[in-house]
């Protein structure tokens, strides 16, 4: 029977093998549920009783408004 080898940290003690996910992976997922699910970071579009900043955002704007929601999202998981 093969043997399974131990979970391995890497630099930051973090788990990188195994069941075990990095805080890195669980901040990603975390920014993933709340880009998919609130539209962050999307350009906003007027919807019948709302409406919206008349300004559409760039794809670099998208993709920074993304890399900063990541960041605010490895520090609270950082935290916890």
Known sequence: MAE???NKTNEGGE????GGRSKDE???ELMKFI???TGYGKATQGSAGFSGKPSARTT????EALLDLFNRCRKVVKEG
């Open 4 to 6: 399974l080898e131990p």
């Open 26 to 28: 669980v901040a990603l």
């Open 60 to 63: 670099e704007e998208h993709a």
């Open 35 to 37: 880009a998919v699910t």
């Open 15 to 18: 788990s990188s093998g195994g």
